[in-house]
C-alpha cells in the first residue's frame, strides 16, 4: 500500500496533467472551448486541492517543488480566464517561489508577466510596472522574444494607467514590431487590442476602433470566442465615446450571449455594464421614463457579487449611481456612490478609491452641497497625486473647477481648468483638453467675453473634431450658436445650430429636439433680417 505522501503527489500529479489538457483544448479554440470549461468546471475543485498540496510541500520535496513550478504554467490561459485576479495571485505568488527556488528563469519571468498582468486587473499599476520590469531583462536574457512582446505590453498599459501616455505608445509599439517579426496570429490580435486600449485611455476613440475591429476579426477567424467577447467590449465602449449607441449595443448584445454560452460571468457582466451605458445615451425615450439602463446595470451588479469582484461591483455601482444622477434621482445616487467608495477602500484599490470620491463630489454639486463636495473631491485630487495618476490627476481638477464655478467663484475655476489643460496638454489627452477648454469658455461666457469665449470653443472643436467625439461636437457646436446668436453673427449662429441638429439626430440624442427649436428660432431671425435688410435698401435707394 502506497505511502500517502505518494498517493498525494500521484494525486497531484494527475490533476496537473488534467488542467494541461483542459487548457490544450482551451487553446484550439471554436467548439473545443466548451468541452474545456466542462472538464475544468467539473475537476476545479481537485485541481484547486491538488496545487494547494504542492504549494504546501514544496519547501519540504524537490518533486512537488517542481511540480509547483510547473502546474500553472500548464494551464496558464484557462486559469486567467476562469479565475478572478484575486484568486490567481495566491497561485501566482507560489509558483514564483518555486520556480526561482529551482533557478528556472523561463518560468520565473513568465510568472512575473502573469502577476503583472493580474495587477492590472486589479488596477495597481505599480505593482504591475514592478513586476514588469523584472521580467523584461530576464526574457532578453534568455532570448525569450515572445515573452519580451507581452512583458512591454504589460509595461505600457501599466505607464498608461499612471497617465504617462507617451512612454506607453512607445513601450506597445515595440510589443507590436516584435510579433510582427515574429507573424504571430494570435499575437498581433492581442497587441492590435492594446494599441486599442491606448488610444482609448487619451479619448481617441475612433483611432481605438482602428485597432479594435481588426483585432475581432482576428479572433473571430482563429475562433478565439473568449478574446474576441472581450474585444468586443472594448469595440462597444469605443462605439459610446463618439455616438454610435446602436452599434455599441450590437457589441454587447453578441458578447452577452458568448458570455452565457461560455458560463463567463465576467464577460457578462461587462457586456450588462456596457448596455446599461449605451441605453442612458441612446436618447430615443427620455431618461426619466427610460429605465433599460438601470435594469442592464441592475444585473451586471448581481453578477459582479457572483463573482466576489470587488472592483468590478465599485465599478458597476458607480455606473448605476451615474445613471441615478443623469435623472435627477440625486438621494439614490449619493447612496449608490458611497457604497462604490466603500467597496473600494474594502478592497484597497485606491485608484478606483480615487474615481468614487469624484463621483461623490459631482453628487454633492449638484445636490447644492458644495462645501462637502470641494473636501471629498480635495481627497480625490490628493490620492491621484500620490499615485502619479495625471489623468486621474487631471480629471478631479475638472471638478473642483465645475464645484468654484457653481459656488460663482470665478477666478479659483479658471485656475484649476488651467491646470487640467496644463497636465491633459502635456499627457497627450485630448478629451481632457477640450474638456478644461469648453468649461474655460463657459466661465468667459458667464462673464460676459463672449470673444474670448468663442476663441476657446474653437480650440475645443478641432480638438473633438480631430478624434471625432461626435456627442462632444454637437455640445460645442451648440454653445456657440447661443453666444453668436447673442453677438448678432447670425449667419454663423445658423450654420452651428444646423451643425448641432445634424449631429444630435445622428446619434440620437435627445437634445435634438430643443436643439431644433433654438434652429427654427434662427432661421426665423434670419428670414426678418433679410427682409429688413431688404426694406433698408429700398429706403436707402429712395433717399438717394
Given amino acids: 500500500m502506497p505511502h500517502l505522501f505518494e498517493a498525494q503527489f500521484r494525486h ?64 496558464a490561459q484557462l486559469l486567467h480566464f476562469r479565475l478572478p485576479a484575486y484568486e490567481l495571485r495566491g497561485w501566482l505568488e507560489g509558483s514564483l517561489d518555486a520556480s526561482r527556488s529551482l533557478g528556472s528563469r523561463l518560468l520565473e ?88 486600449h491606448l488610444a482609448a485611455q487619451i479619448g481617441d476613440a475612433h483611432n481605438a476602433i482602428t485597432f479594435f475591429e ?54 457578462q457582466c461587462l457586456s450588462l455594464g456596457g448596455l446599461g451605458g449605451a441605453y442612458n445615451n441612446l436618447g430615443d425615450v427620455p431618461r426619466q421614463r427610460d429605465r433599460r439602463a438601470i435594469k442592464c446595470y441592475e444585473q451586471a451588479l448581481d453578477l459582479a457579487r457572483q463573482l466576489g469582484d470587488a472592483l468590478l461591483e465599485a465599478k458597476t455601482l458607480g455606473n448605476l449611481g451615474t445613471c441615478y444622477r443623469q435623472r435627477g434621482e440625486y438621494e439614490r445616487a449619493l447612496e449608490l456612490t458611497n457604497e462604490e467608495l466603500k467597496t473600494a477602500r474594502s478592497f484597497g484599490a485606491r485608484k478606483p478609491e480615487a474615481h468614487a470620491l469624484r463621483s461623490l463630489s459631482d453628487v454633492l454639486r449638484l445636490m447644492g452641497q458644495y462645501e462637502a463636495a470641494l473636501e471629498v473631491c480635495e481627497l480625490s485630487l490628493n490620492i491621484s497625486q500620490e499615485l502619479c495618476d495625471r489623468r486621474g490627476e487631471a480629471d478631479a481638477l475638472s471638478n473642483l473647477g ?68 461626435r456627442p462632444a461636437e454637437a455640445t460645442c457646436l451648440w454653445s456657440m450658436s ?8 447670425l449667419s454663423e449662429a445658423l450654420d452651428c445650430a444646423q451643425q448641432a441638429v445634424s449631429i444630435y439626430a445622428e446619434i440620437g440624442d435627445e437634445r435634438a429636439e430643443s436643439a431644433g427649436e433654438l434652429l427654427e428660432y434662427l432661421q426665423n431671425q434670419s428670414r426678418l433680417r433679410t427682409r429688413l435688410n431688404r426694406l433698408l435698401s429700398k429706403f436707402r435707394f429712395r433717399e438717394e
Avoid at 498540496?53 to 519540504?60: F, R, S
Avoid at 497617465?163 to 515595440?174: S, T
Avoid at 491633459?424 to 463672449?450: C, F, M, S
Wanted: glycine content about 6%; hydrophobic content about 40%; proline content about 2%.
Fill in 402 to 469: 465645475r464645484i468654484h464655478l457653481a459656488m460663482q467663484r470665478f477666478d479659483v475655476a479658471i485656475v484649476s481648468y488651467e491646470r487640467q489643460l496644463s497636465i491633459a496638454t502635456q499627457l497627450g489627452y485630448p478629451n481632457g483638453k477640450a474638456d478644461a477648454l469648453g468649461q474655460l469658455a463657459e466661465i468667459y461666457a458667464e462673464q460676459k467675453r463672449p470673444r474670448n469665449a468663442l476663441q476657446l470653443y474653437r480650440q475645443c472643436l478641432d480638438i473633438v473634431r480631430a478624434i471625432r467625439n
Fill in 12 to 75: 497531484a500529479c494527475y490533476y496537473k496533467l488534467v488542467l494541461q489538457t483542459a487548457n490544450d483544448m482551451f487553446q484550439r479554440g471554436g467548439k473545443s472551448i466548451f468541452t474545456s470549461l466542462q472538464l475544468f468546471d467539473y475537476e476545479f475543485l481537485n485541481i484547486k486541492a491538488a496545487f494547494e498540496w504542492c504549494a504546501a510541500q514544496a519547501k519540504n520535496d524537490r518533486r512537488a517543488l517542481q511540480l509547483c513550478s510547473d502546474f500553472f504554467f500548464n494551464g
Fill in 214 to 267: 481588426p483585432a475581432v476579426r482576428l479572433m473571430r477567424a482563429s475562433g478565439d470566442l473568449p478574446s474576441e467577447s472581450m474585444a468586443n467590449v472594448d469595440l462597444g465602449d469605443a462605439y459610446i465615446q463618439i455616438g454610435e449607441f446602436r452599434r455599441a449595443i450590437q457589441c454587447y448584445e453578441r458578447t452577452l450571449d458568448v458570455g452565457r454560452a461560455l458560463g463567463d460571468l465576467r464577460v
Fill in 109 to 196: 519571468a513568465s510568472y512575473l508577466s502573469n502577476l503583472a498582468a493580474s495587477y492590472l486587473q486589479l488596477t495597481n499599476p505599480e505593482r504591475a510596472r514592478n513586476y514588469s520590469e523584472q521580467a523584461l531583462p530576464i526574457v532578453r536574457e534568455i532570448g525569450d522574444r515572445r515573452g519580451e512582446s507581452i512583458v512591454l505590453t504589460n509595461l505600457g498599459i501599466s505607464y498608461s494607467l499612471l497617465g504617462n501616455y507617451e512612454r506607453a505608445r512607445e513601450l506597445v509599439q515595440q510589443s507590436f514590431m516584435i510579433i510582427q517579426t515574429l507573424g504571430v496570429f494570435e499575437g498581433q490580435a492581442i497587441a492590435l487590442t492594446n494599441l486599442g
Fill in 482 to 489: 447661443s453666444l453668436l446668436e447673442d453677438l448678432g453673427e
